[in-house]
């Protein structure tokens, strides 16, 4: 399984990015995709997940102004992010986790929030 995000850069405080993950073979297959995030210094954190039903859950530091969304035609997941704050600034990777809980990451994108 192989996933690739991209989209990442450079925003200004309260700016908008959309970042996108192509995720080989087909989406249904996995229970869940979603993206987590990694500041400098930092824990992982699980940003935003949308699993097989299309239940979807989110962090508190980043609801109402992220969404996730998915197209099970083109195997892509998507995170939509507004009024981004520096405290999002941090690598960003897409995963898929299958029916055995088994996870897979892709290569992060870099979000940079700085005015």
């Known amino acids: 399984v192989q996933l690739q995000a991209s989209g990442g850069g450079l925003v200004q405080p309260g700016g908008s990015l959309r970042l996108s993950c192509v995720v080989s073979g087909s989406i249904d297959t996995f229970v869940a995709v979603g993206w987590y995030r990694q500041a400098p210094g930092k824990q992982r954190e699980v940003v935003t997940t949308i699993f097989r039903g299309g239940f979807t859950s989110y962090v508190d530091s980043v609801k109402g102004r992220f969404t996730i969304s998915r197209d099970n035609g083109k195997n892509m997941v998507y995170l939509q992010m507004n009024n981004l704050k520096p405290e999002d600034t941090a690598v960003y990777y897409c995963?898929?986790?299958?029916?055995?809980?088994?996870?897979?990451w892709g290569q992060g994108t870099q979000v940079t929030v700085s005015s």
């Open positions: 995963y898929a986790r299958d029916f055995k809980f088994v996870e897979y």
